[in-house]
T-cell receptor, first 111, second 115 residues
Framework: GAVVSQHPSWVICKSGTSVKIECRSLDFQATTMFWYRQFPKQSLMLMATSNEGSKATYEQGVEKDKFLINHASLTLSTLTVTSAHPEDSSFYIC???????FGSGTRLTVV | QKEVEQNSGPLSVPEGAIASLNCTYSDRGSQSFFWYRQYSGKSPELIMFIYSNGDKEDGRFTAQLNKASQYVSLLIRDSQPSDSATYLCAVIGRAGGTSYGKLTFGQGTILTVHP
């Protein structure tokens, strides 16, 4: 259960632009979605927790104004990386609270 | 002390051998424990989870949990080259706590199975 579909799989953007990543819960009403980030050769680090209909909670050190999270419905949570910079290049992955499987991930490269 | 620690790798085993991956955790109230496999460039895939002391077997994989020692391990029997990947141990926080529902990961152990 709690299958999550994540898009896009990869994106290349110019420095200063914004990128939106979507995670859709396919078989579960996801009241909560977890967003992780993974830098090369490192483990997954939780960035933020999105809650349907309320504000997201961010982990220490994660800029909430830079990583905008919207969870307006029980099936869709989005993460927008605003004013992206090369240091934001990473692998972003989501997971629904209903299960322990992850979305397929989004490889973001900022040039 | 890190919340979740895995034995340092990389680990290299010959094909057909048993690979042993270890993990310790700091929060004694942790509820459930997970093992993920991650191939390069891919999202982690769940191998198995365990929440009771003892062993849990699934095919070639056996997870072992010892809550008294705060230790969880994964054994891979008859290792195959296709098992070569990074293995991630993850722990979920206790119910009612601020970490409930959140998976905290170890740093991962790279396993190489050579023919």
């Amino acid at each position: 259960g709690a299958v999550v579909s994540q898009h896009p799989s990869w994106v290349i953007c110019k420095s200063g632009t914004s990128v939106k990543i979507e995670c859709r819960s396919l078989d579960f009403q996801a009241t909560t979605m977890f967003w992780y980030r993974q830098f090369p050769k490192q483990s997954l680090m939780l960035m933020a927790t999105s809650n349907e209909g309320s504000k997201a909670t961010y982990e220490q050190g994660v800029e909430k104004d830079k990583f905008l999270i919207n969870h307006a419905s029980l099936t869709l949570s989005t993460l927008t990386v605003t004013s992206a910079h090369p240091e934001d290049s990473s692998f972003y992955i989501c997971r629904s609270i209903g299960g322990y499987t992850f979305g397929s991930g989004t490889r973001l490269t900022v040039v | 002390q890190k919340e979740v620690e895995q034995n340092s790798g990389p680990l290299s085993v010959p094909e057909g051998a048993i690979a042993s991956l270890n993990c310790t955790y700091s929060d004694r109230g942790s509820q459930s424990f997970f093992w993920y496999r991650q191939y390069s460039g891919k999202s982690p895939e769940l191998i198995m989870f365990i929440y009771s002391n003892g062993d849990k077997e699934d095919g070639r994989f056996t997870a072992q949990l010892n809550k008294a020692s705060q230790y969880v391990s994964l054994l891979i029997r008859d290792s195959q080259p296709s098992d070569s990947a990074t293995y991630l141990c993850a722990v979920i926080g206790r119910a009612g706590g601020t970490s409930y529902g959140k998976l905290t990961f170890g740093q991962g152990t790279i396993l190489t199975v050579h023919p």
